[in-house]
């Protein structure tokens, strides 16, 4: 079997991108036009990895597609793409009160009938309100908005960040996105233009950031997050890490965390929060603080970096704290939503010079504007319906499930990796992921290494032709050298799959140590 | 007034990044943190130009909020967005079969009320049927799709290219992206890398390919389309720019064509699309072919440059004219969907190498999806109702309305260009825009000169300032020097505003004149 599936890994579509590959077609030139010699292409895009989307991921699909046509070619039936973040996907319903709104936004005709009982039964009056209101503010879905982003919708989060974290936000410093990665890629290609400039970026880490700067040619200065201590930011490595990267003359402009963290699922503590912010001031490092899973968390408390720099602002007026640029993103994607298809999120933005403001805003005018639904979906995550609302209720329940469901999920799953042979796993204070360690036997590295892939992709790759269960190596998730780990998400229901998960890795483990 | 409005112009947000300020900050650490060192920043997004959303714009923004504190704060009601092609601001309805399909796919639980009367009375069953075919086809619209696009939607998009050329596409080949803005990036990304690369690009042109290619920090090499040839390419003259940009050592990488042509309208013949071609096969070019408004068309007959390519491989089958690599872009923000606020779109490319396909598809992949109610409308796009279904003769009838719409206030406003003083303008074929040609008076050239904007700048301004009328000036779309024009979209309905145009050209030249 090996033999068989190294075979169709290599044929997948994106490893013939791999190192080995890349090398071989330096030496061609295919056609003779441009696209054709690869020394011509970008060597950054060449470079970028973005493993949540990578080669197995594209395996998976074909696997997929085989079993469409013949039934039986696997020892499953379905793939279960456990390595994105993707509710939808795993039949989580969407949320009543959203679709509502939105299916009223697209076809305003239907308004027409909302004297008419049937339309009264169908929709609340809460949501009529709502899409009316949203109507004015934006004309037609299918009109361009402001370039920032509807205003009313930017006025809406602004007054949402104020009551989370009791301290005023201006609808100027709200710049709404089609989702986290825009946000992020607005401020690094603002930053990064070189190989002398560089990111503090976590490891492990949501490859995002990575790719990114790969893409920009900028340096990716990695901090650890400990593993032994709940996957907390190692400060000392750190600060280290910072210091020797500037020794060696690079110019390091900002530093990127992901709280509650992905794919550790942990929350930052406001210590830690506030000794990260310190160090920033002192080296003028600009700070982008993810905050996509603030909505997703079991344990602990989730605490905004934009909370934490106000009151040090507050409590140390004299302190040069308005001086540290902080950015926080946020996303439809995630929390109880899960409306990634969909494309909404926004940044906001605080202590920013203002012609670093019409810089954001130039290259958010270039990409025009954020989808417009996805937009109206960002006002009704900071506006939700409130008590006393006909929707209210409804909602409430649903989002509540939804977050139950989650929590179990995670549970049945942390409890499974127990049972699993040289796993050891932190559990997670929230996000939707389990961020196992696993100790792979040496026969399994060696065959890895001879085949020039990763060990832990090697080892995703024994569980996918196993179960069907698709999984992000930590390889792919800028982890430290010869630590293993898998990313593996808790999205999908019940556990059935659970239980082949353990068994094919029970499995897989022991043929290799045989 | 003159001193008024230049202090407000910059005042206005983006304007203080014209050159003499950007210099001026140069000289100044605002704040000690990466953001506030200008020179820090990357220079390429202070560089970059995106006209049809520029100073202007924002200054009519700001005028906008002016008139709604005190609506006689100035000559006239309303801004007129003239400088955007965003149908449905101007009032342009939507499409209904569009709107009801999305939204059943908005919220499917309609659907469980498909055998009521009231709903077989609002929704037809044929966008029954489009909206179950949809929804299996990816589920939730909240969920991510394939980095590519929705299969079956790619699948209709190739069927829908194969009817209108007559010649086989694959679904592989075809991209959904969030709009023509989003395929441009992907492949310019891959070609162009730094300032030793270049790209022929029309001279005056739809700017984001100048923004873009100030992003990518390459060479812009401009081409110009001959405006006493209906705005037809200067072939002799775009032969002559490559040389030219050749020798001093540039590798020129890319030709990009925008046909039917933005800001001129015009349709490129087949005979000048082969001659293209032809070049782009003898230098190794690759070729993008921007043809968002292949549905806008009134005189003239849109050719698509995939038509044209295929032609020539039948016709002359040893002549490698699998070698030239093609890529076209459509969107459904043009035609008569105008559905610019759902962003959605594709690019169909041809005889691109599969390693180069790979690169597309891991950019593609960083984005994770294009919106997915987007790649929706593409589907409708592609497969508008068939004679015989229910929703086909509304359909029709309205996409014929606004067609007519729109060649309708096109002719109001080229004939009302015969009644401006130095106006000559040249018929459009079709896209949205007239694009006519201002003999300045020296003393407004002069005047902007001292003022440091650009003279069409300052009569754009100065018909902003009597009329609302919001335009984008020639200086912003590369035209060449000393040859002052404007665009202008012909969306807005009526003749009061057209009337109220040439009063105040008329004035504004004869006030300068005297």
């Given at each position: 079997m090996t033999g068989h599936y190294k075979k169709r890994i290599y044929q997948s579509k994106p490893f013939v991108l791999c190192k080995a590959?890349?090398?071989?077609?330096?030496?061609?030139?295919?056609?003779?036009?441009?696209?054709t010699n690869v020394s011509n292409l970008n060597q950054q895009v060449l470079q970028a990895n973005y493993a949540i989307r990578g080669p197995l991921t594209v395996l998976a699909e074909e696997i997929q597609k085989a079993l469409l046509e013949k039934p039986d070619a696997y020892p499953f039936q379905d793939i279960i793409y456990a390595n994105i973040g993707n509710p939808h996907q795993f039949g989580q319903l969407p949320i009543t009160f959203l679709r509502q709104v939105l299916s009223i936004c697209q076809y305003p005709a239907l308004l027409d009938h909302a004297h008419e009982p049937w339309f009264k039964n169908i929709f609340p009056s809460d949501v009529v309100e709502r899409a009316k209101l949203l109507l004015k503010g934006t004309g037609s879905v299918g009109a361009y908005s402001d370039?920032?982003?509807?205003?009313?919708?930017r006025k809406h989060v602004a007054e949402y960040i104020q009551e989370r974290d009791n301290y005023p936000c201006h609808p100027d410093n709200i710049y709404l996105t089609s989702g986290a990665t825009q946000g992020a890629k607005l401020i690094m290609t603002l930053l990064i233009t070189g190989s002398s400039e560089g990111a503090m970026l976590p490891s492990p880490q949501y490859p995002l950031y990575g790719a990114l700067m790969d893409l920009l040619h900028g340096k990716s200065v990695l901090?650890?997050?400990?593993?032994?201590?709940?996957?907390?930011?190692?400060?000392?490595?750190?600060?280290?890490?910072?210091?020797?990267?500037?020794?060696?003359?690079?110019?390091?402009?900002?530093?990127?965390?992901?709280?509650?963290?992905?794919?550790?699922?942990?929350?930052?503590?406001?210590?830690?929060?506030?000794?990260?912010?310190?160090?920033?001031?002192?080296?003028?490092?600009?700070?982008?603080?993810?905050?996509?899973?603030?909505?997703?968390?079991?344990?602990?408390?989730?605490?905004?970096?934009?909370?934490?720099?106000?009151?040090?602002?507050?409590?140390?007026?004299?302190?040069?704290?308005?001086?540290?640029?902080?950015?926080?993103?946020?996303?439809?994607?995630?929390g109880q939503f899960g409306e990634c298809g969909q494309r909404g999120g926004y940044i906001d933005i605080m202590n920013v010079p203002s012609f670093v403001k019409d810089l954001i805003l130039k290259l958010a005018t270039i990409d025009i504007c954020a989808p417009v639904t996805g937009q109206l979906l960002v006002d009704l995550l900071v506006r939700p319906p409130k008590a006393g609302e006909p929707s209210y209720k409804l909602y409430s329940q649903e989002i509540e499930n939804i977050h139950k469901d989650m929590e179990k999920q995670c549970q049945i799953l942390y409890e499974a990796t127990k049972r699993m042979k040289y796993v050891t796993c932190q559990e997670p204070h929230g996000a939707m992921y389990l961020h196992p360690n696993i100790r792979l036997p040496q026969k399994l590295v060696r065959e890895a290494n001879e085949s020039n892939i990763e060990p832990d992709e090697l080892y995703c790759l024994r569980i996918l032709e196993r179960t069907g269960i698709c999984l992000v190596p930590g390889s792919g998730l800028c982890q430290k050298e010869n630590d293993y780990h898998v990313r593996i998400t808790f999205l999908a229901k019940g556990s059935e799959y659970v239980e082949r998960l353990v068994e094919a890795h029970n499995a897989i483990i022991n043929d290799y140590e045989n």
């Open positions: 590959l890349i090398k071989k077609m330096h030496s061609h030139n295919y056609l003779p036009n441009a696209f370039s920032q982003g509807i205003p009313i919708v901090y650890y997050l400990s593993e032994k201590d709940e996957w907390n930011v190692d400060v000392e490595q750190f600060k280290q890490a910072y210091e020797d990267e500037s020794k060696k003359g690079t110019n390091v402009r900002l530093c990127v965390f992901i709280n509650p963290g992905n794919p550790t699922g942990t929350c930052m503590s406001e210590e830690c929060i506030e000794e990260m912010l310190r160090f920033a001031k002192r080296k003028g490092l600009v700070v982008i603080s993810d905050e996509v899973y603030q909505n997703n968390v079991f344990k602990k408390k989730f605490t905004s970096f934009r909370k934490v720099l106000c009151d040090l602002e507050t409590r140390e007026p004299d302190s040069d704290w308005d001086k540290v640029s902080l950015i926080c993103i946020n996303s439809v994607s995630k």
